[in-house]
């Protein structure tokens, strides 16, 4: 077990995240009201929530429906509820009913509803919108919508899981992906969210210690305890782990055939405001440590900490020794697009291509985190590319789902990213405006970018370079 002071605290909720201030209230006959202004609190508060908001007893209650859709062969305003009586027909549907919208009703969404995602309806969470499961776009080489990200399965709410021949997890070789072709049996939100929020974070003598019983929480894990607080759990109590993730031992109850877990939650810390266009300031996640390691649960054999560059058969390095070394991180900090490295030597990070920081203490929370509760103008020391810091599975993919193959947070499958004239290029089957809202609604201004360093350059190729700069 590491040393760690990272101080991480949030509400979290089942599929992505949670909400700041969560303010919403769904149509349960019970009376659970979640309105909360407290952002270190809300519906989870880091661990299991009030019950009847995911579950029901009995489906029926002064003749009204208990669940919010009748599920298959479920008629509503019945005592026969849905599977392990949930709300929703499925546990993605349940956690969903939630979780569904846009960010312009609430923060904690990842499941744009509308017909076609479009830049005033999509999320623009770090995980990225399960919306792009049902995008394959026009265009003589669409990527099918079920590449785009993590297929989980949706019956109340039409996101259609995987194909049937898909029954592993990519890299995992034996992993179960799904046991079955719809309902309980396919891939999840709780395939790696712990719907119940039982692993928790205390620290004793600087040491901080994962488990999934212990003190009771008192708060989340995502968004620091705050300068008030500092970065020690206090005596007696717990903290939720970053995003309500499973730790060890952890596998869904729907899937007995899965693996369980060997690798417990990554350490984070994400902004308050977290969904929102970055059409004018990044959004920026501390990475801390132990991403890839617990994308590892499912996805082990896509790890390589230990390869030696030029060694044949081996992957892009990942995780906790894959550090960045000097020539690299010098790369990251002065590239600004392709042909231009003209960036400040302190740093010109950008989401689209974050690592982890492997920090060992925070001090103070998110505002000394984030320089200034996400201040759009300099670039704190934690957001700054060293030889120490790594490369992560993040640095590359998005957590749920993205506008391209694999759920990358870039197109790997097309030269030009912009065109000459300050504009996107169409992409994967996506149109020049769908991917513009892929890209999270940033510019492309050759003069802006020299003025703020933020946006995109004319003609920009994989952003792979911003590491490597080969172009």
């Known amino acids: 077990m590491k040393h760690l002071k990272l101080a991480v605290a949030a509400v979290l909720a089942l599929a992505v995240g949670s909400a700041y201030g969560q303010a919403t209230e769904v149509n349960f006959k019970s009376p659970i009201n979640y309105l909360n202004t407290n952002a270190l609190t809300g519906f989870h508060a880091g661990g299991v929530a009030a019950c009847e908001g995911c579950h029901v007893m009995h489906n029926a209650s002064d003749g009204q429906a208990m669940t919010v859709k009748s599920g298959t062969g479920v008629p509503l305003r019945s005592d026969r509820t849905n599977s392990y009586l949930l709300q929703g027909s499925d546990q993605s549907s349940t956690c969903l009913i939630c979780h569904r919208g846009n960010a312009g009703t609430n923060e904690f969404t990842v499941l744009d509803t509308s017909a076609t995602v479009s830049s005033s309806t999509t999320n623009f969470t770090p995980g990225g919108d399960f919306a792009w499961l049902n995008v394959t776009g026009a265009g003589a080489t669409p990527t099918p919508g079920n590449r785009h990200g993590h297929s989980i399965y949706s019956g109340d709410f039409s996101v259609g899981g995987i194909a049937a021949t898909a029954i592993t997890a990519p890299g995992s070789g034996t992993t179960p992906w799904r046991t079955g072709t719809s309902g309980t049996s396919q891939f999840a939100c709780t395939s790696c969210h712990d719907p119940h929020g039982k692993y928790r974070m205390t620290s004793l003598a600087g040491v901080l210690t994962i488990a999934a019983t212990g003190a009771p929480i008192t708060q989340s894990g995502s968004y620091g305890l705050g300068a008030s607080a500092g970065t020690t759990i206090p005596a007696g109590t717990a903290i939720g782990v970053y995003r309500l993730l499973g730790g060890k031992l952890y596998k869904p109850a729907s899937n007995a055939s899965a693996s369980t ?201 994989s952003l792979c370079n911003k590491c490597h700069a080969k172009d």
């Open 261 to 461: 877990f060997s690798q417990d939650p990554p350490i984070a810390v994400a902004p308050q405001n977290y969904n929102r266009s970055e059409s004018g300031s990044e959004v920026r996640v501390a990475y801390g440590t132990g991403m890839s390691e617990w994308c590892a649960n499912c996805h082990g054999n896509l790890h390589m900490p230990n390869t030696v560059t030029g060694a044949p058969g081996t992957r892009h390095v990942t995780g906790n020794a894959a550090i960045l070394k000097e020539t690299i991180a010098a790369n990251y900090n002065t590239y600004l697009s392709s042909g231009n490295m003209n960036g400040a030597a302190t740093g010109t990070y950008t989401s689209l291509v974050p690592f982890e920081s492997q920090v060992t203490t925070i001090s103070g929370g998110p505002d000394t985190l984030y320089g200034g509760a996400q201040s759009t103008s300099g670039t704190p020391a934690i957001f700054q590319a060293t030889a120490a810091k790594t490369v992560m599975c993040l640095s590359c993919h998005r957590a749920h789902a993205s506008g391209f193959s694999s759920m990358t947070r870039w197109s790997n499958l097309t030269t030009f990213l912009t065109t000459a004239g300050g504009g996107f290029t169409a992409q994967e089957g996506l149109d020049a405006t769908q991917a513009q809202i892929a890209y999270y609604m940033r510019p492309v201004s050759a003069t802006a970018l020299t003025a703020t360093g933020y946006g995109f350059g004319p003609n920009q190729r």
